[in-house]
Structures are given as C-alpha cells and as structure tokens.
C-alpha cells in the first residue's frame, strides 16, 4: 500500500529565507507521481508542483522547487524567499501509475514571520 | 481557468439528516472526487467517479454514497448524518487525458452535524 509521511507538523521561517518540507513516499511500484498542494486559511487546495517518477531533473516553478530523491523515496518542497502570504498549510501527495487516485500525506503547517 | 464549485461553504445539520452536498466542475473532466478532511488526519478519499453512472469506493466511504448522473455533477449523501460526520468535505476533479493527474479543488463545504 502507498503511505506518504510528513514529520513536520509545523515549520517557522522567516521572512524572505528559504524553507524546505519534508516529505517521504513508501511505494513498490515503478510509476507514480508525486504532488504538493498549499491551503490557505480559506481552506482552498491550491496545486503547487509535480514531479513524475521517471522525471530526470527536479521540477521547478518560480519559488517553488521539489527535491526529488527516489532512492530515498523523499520528495521536499522547497520554497525560496518566502513571502507572508505563504503562511498556509501544505500536503504532499502521490499518485500511483496509471491509477488517478492521490494518498495524502498529514501535512505541514508553515508560519512566515516577518 | 478550471473551476470546482461546491453548494454551500458552510452547513449545519441535524443527526439523523439526509445530507446533499453537489460538487459542479466546468472543464469535462472525467474523474471526481470527494474527500474529508480532519485536522490530524490529512484528506481521506470517500468516493470517487471516473465516469457518468460510475463510481468506486475510497478509504472511508461507511456512511456515504455518492451519484454521478452527468459528467459535470458529483453529489455526495450522508443517508443519515452523524456527529462524526461533522468535517470540512472537499471536491475535486481531473482530467485523464492531463499526464500528471493533477486534482483541481473546490472551496469546501463545511459541515456540522448537532
């Protein structure tokens, strides 16, 4: 079965630093695909990245890049210069071959302090 | 842009209700989904529908059932609410013909059930 964990149930950082989230995958299969998503405080799931399992680099857009180490079965969001507006909560998420349904991980609540 | 409506942001029901919550997506996306989501616990997927007419079973679909008559219209029912069902409940939909199968999601419907 497909288990994703993150052990960071709340992150700090400061304004315009970088911050990374954790996040590791538990998975026999070959194919997948790993997600992020951010909810604001509205409580909308915001789809921020995605990475495929046979994806080469690292998938990147604008602040947001995913650290993608399938050895270890980790897939980290790293935001650069963060921004008040990032303060939200973050799920990450993976997606099994051919199969559309996503397992979410518990997720991270992040706080920006200005 | 793709856009996921759900009926109401908040409800408050009584136990022992029948409970409708629509989901509506304007982008002819074949699959759909509806998931519940606690704090501690992550999004957990009730039901989903890959197709009219067509639907499956997620990881926690005692006390619910779903409908999908059209393609745009997923309609999740609590045959008689309980207090446990009381959650933030979240629709989403997906493209099968989108290689990464990115879920777009609505703004959520809150429910309390007293």
């Known amino acids: 079965a497909q288990k994703i964990t993150q052990t960071q149930p709340g992150m700090f950082v400061q304004e315009k630093e970088a911050v990374t989230l954790d996040c590791t995958y538990d998975t026999s299969d070959q194919s997948y695909g790993l997600f992020w998503y951010k909810q604001p405080s509205s409580g909308e799931m915001i789809f921020l990245i995605y990475?495929?399992?046979?994806?080469?680099q690292n998938a990147t857009e604008g602040r947001y890049s995913l650290n993608f180490q399938k050895a270890r079965k980790s897939a980290n969001l790293v935001i650069s210069a963060s921004q008040l507006g990032d303060s939200a909560m973050y799920f990450c998420a993976m997606s099994r071959g051919s199969n559309y349904k996503l397992t979410f991980g518990k997720g991270t609540l992040l706080t920006v302090n200005p | 842009d793709v856009k996921v409506t759900q009926s109401s942001r908040y409800l408050v029901k009584r136990t022992g209700e029948k409970v409708f919550l629509e989901c509506v997506q304007d982008?002819?996306?074949?699959?759909m989904f509806w998931y519940r989501q606690d704090p501690g616990l992550g999004l957990r997927l009730i039901y989903f529908s890959y197709d009219v007419k067509m639907k499956e079973k997620g990881d926690i679909p005692e006390g619910y059932s779903v409908s999908r008559e059209k393609k745009e219209r997923f309609s999740l029912i609590l045959e008689s609410a309980s207090t446990n069902q009381t959650s933030m409940y979240l629709c989403a939909s997906s493209s099968r013909l989108a290689g990464g199968y990115e879920q777009y999601f609505g703004p959520g419907t809150r429910l309390t059930v007293t």
């Open positions: 982008m002819d996306h074949e699959n």
């Open positions: 990475q495929g399992s046979y994806d080469e």
